[in-house]
C-alpha cells in the first residue's frame, strides 16, 4: 500500500509539474539586423498559457465598471497562475483604466473594441509617470504597465479613445503653463516624485494611451488603435519591445504614434501610422531629469512601416537629455499626399545635453515633404523659450548620421543643418538621396564638419 501511495504521490506531481510548465511563459528571441551591433529582443510567447474571457469574471457590454472590474480581476488571475491571455471577445466594450501585471497578454478577438471612458477621474489615483521628458505623478495611461515583466497586446481588435473631454485640454491655456512651469522647476532642482502632484484642477496634463514604464520583454502585435490623449504608444525606461502589425491613427495634440523614452532594443515593423504630431519620436528626458537617470535611448529598428500622416517620420528630440544612438529606419514608405515636414528632424536646445549617434536611414520613398528630408537644428524651444530661463547650459554634440537610396517627390531643401558654431554637427553623409523638384537651396549647412553628398 506504501508503494502505491508513494507511485500515486509521484503521479501527481508529475501531472502537476507538467500543468504548471504548460502555463508558463516561455520567451522567443527576435533577431534584427542593422549597421550596429543590435542584440537579439526577447518577447513573450503565450502559446501554452491558459486563456481568461472576461465575460466569464462578469463583463457586461456597455457597463464600464463591470467590464473595468472584469479585466483588472482576470489580469490578476493570470498573473497569479504564472501566464495567461485575457481574452477581449467580439462587440464593444466600454471600460477605464487597465494596468499590467507581469506574465499576461491582454488579447482583443477580431471585432472586439476596447473603448475608454473620457472621463479623467476614471484615470485616478495619479500614477508615476511622465510629461515631456520630466517625471511626475499624473493621471494613469489608459492602458499602464509599471516595473512588469514578459507583457503583451496582441490580437485583431481595436483599441478607441473616447476623446470627448481630451480635446477641450489640447488647448494649453495659462492655468496649464503655470504647472508646467512649476514641474520644469522641481525636475530642475531634483525635488522628489512625491513633490511632482500634478493631477488639479487646471493643470489638464493629458494621459498617454499606453505607457510600459520600466518594463521588459513586451509585445504589441496586430491591434488598431484610435485616438488618444496624448502620445499613444511610450516606452519609458523599458527593454525588449516589439510593436509590429500596428495600425495608429490619432490626430490630436502631441499624438506621436510611438515614443521610446530612455529605451533600449526595440523593433517597430510592419506598422501603418496616421498621425497629428510625429509617427516615431525617439527621446530620452529632458534636462537634470534625465542626466539624473542617465539611460540612453538605444538600439532602435524602425522597418517596413507606412505613415500617412506626421510631422517627422522619425523625429529624435528635442527631449534627448539621456543620449540616443544605434537608430536605424529602413524600407519605409509616405504616401503620397501625406502632411509631412521632414523624414528625419534632430532637435535640440541649449538646456538639452545628452548627445546623438549613429543613425541611419536607408530605402525610403515619399511624396511631398513640406519641408525637407533631412533637418538638424540645435535651437528648438518651442513654448518653452520665453516660460522660463535656462538654468544649466549643456550642448548636445550630435554627430555620425547616414542616409542613402531615399527618394522624394517635391521638397524645399534635401537637408538643412543648423548649428552652433561652439558645438558643430559631425559626420553627415547622404548618399543617392534626392527629390524630383527641389524648391530652394538643395543643402543649407551651418557649423557642420565632414559633410558629404553623392
Keep these: 500500500m506504501k508503494k502505491i501511495a508513494l507511485c500515486f504521490t509521484l503521479l501527481l506531481s508529475i501531472i502537476f509539474l507538467s500543468f504548471k510548465k504548460n502555463q508558463s511563459v516561455t520567451l522567443d528571441e527576435v533577431a534584427v539586423k542593422a549597421p550596429f551591433a543590435m542584440p537579439a529582443i526577447k518577447i513573450p510567447n503565450f502559446s501554452n498559457c491558459k486563456e481568461f474571457s472576461i465575460v466569464d469574471f462578469g463583463a457586461v457590454k456597455g457597463d464600464k465598471n ?82 512588469c515583466k514578459n507583457i503583451a497586446i496582441t490580437g485583431e481588435g481595436e483599441l478607441k479613445a473616447k476623446m470627448d ?33 500634478m493631477v488639479n484642477d487646471t493643470a489638464n496634463f493629458r494621459p498617454q494611451f499606453i505607457q510600459f514604464n520600466r518594463c521588459e520583454n513586451i509585445l504589441m502585435d496586430g491591434v488598431t488603435i484610435t485616438n488618444s490623449p496624448f502620445w499613444t504608444i511610450h516606452p519609458f525606461l523599458s527593454k525588449d519591445v516589439v510593436l509590429r502589425n500596428l495600425k495608429v491613427y490619432a490626430h490630436g495634440h502631441n499624438n506621436d504614434g510611438v515614443d521610446p523614452e530612455m529605451s533600449q532594443n526595440v523593433l517597430i515593423e510592419n506598422c501603418v501610422f496616421d498621425q497629428g504630431d510625429d509617427a516615431i519620436a525617439i527621446k530620452s528626458g529632458s534636462n537634470q531629469d534625465a542626466w539624473r537617470l542617465n539611460t540612453p535611448s538605444k538600439n532602435i529598428v524602425m522597418r517596413n512601416c507606412t505613415v500617412k500622416n506626421g510631422h517627422q517620420l522619425v523625429a529624435i528630440g528635442s527631449e534627448l537629455s539621456g543620449g540616443i544612438e544605434n537608430v536605424f529606419i529602413d524600407n519605409c514608405t509616405v504616401v503620397d499626399g501625406a502632411k509631412l515636414n521632414h523624414l528625419l528632424f534632430i532637435k535640440t536646445n541649449e538646456r538639452r545635453g545628452g548627445y546623438v549617434k549613429n543613425i541611419y536611414m536607408t530605402n525610403i520613398t515619399s511624396g511631398k ?74 543643402s543649407i549647412r551651418e557649423n557642420v564638419i565632414n559633410f558629404d553628398s553623392k
Design 369 to 442: 515633404i513640406d519641408e525637407g528630408i533631412l533637418g538638424i537644428e540645435t535651437d528648438v524651444l518651442y513654448q518653452w523659450r520665453d516660460l522660463v530661463p535656462t538654468i544649466e547650459r549643456r550642448l548636445t554634440p550630435i554627430k555620425d548620421v547616414y542616409l542613402e537610396n531615399i527618394k522624394a517627390t517635391n521638397v524645399k531643401f534635401i537637408s538643412r543643418i543648423l548649428a552652433q558654431k561652439e558645438l558643430p554637427v559631425e559626420n553627415v553623409f547622404l548618399k543617392n538621396v534626392t527629390a524630383d523638384t527641389v524648391k530652394g537651396e538643395k
Design 66 to 147: 463591470k467590464t473595468s472590474d472584469a479585466i483588472n480581476t482576470a489580469i490578476a488571475k493570470a498573473n497569479k497562475s504564472g501566464g495567461g491571455t485575457v481574452v477581449i471577445p467580439e462587440g464593444e466594450w466600454l471600460t477605464k483604466k487597465i494596468h499590467f501585471k507581469s506574465n499576461v497578454n491582454l488579447h482583443l478577438n477580431k471585432g472586439a473594441v476596447l473603448l475608454f471612458s473620457e472621463d479623467p477621474k476614471d484615470y485616478l489615483p495619479a500614477v508615476r509617470s511622465t510629461w515631456e521628458g520630466y517625471e511626475c505623478y499624473n493621471y494613469s495611461p489608459l492602458i499602464y504597465a509599471y516595473q
Design 165 to 197: 473631454v481630451w480635446t477641450k485640454w489640447f488647448a494649453r491655456p495659462k492655468a496649464h503653463m503655470e504647472s508646467l512651469k512649476r514641474l520644469y522647476y522641481l525636475a530642475s532642482y531634483n525635488k522628489p516624485m512625491e513633490e511632482r502632484q
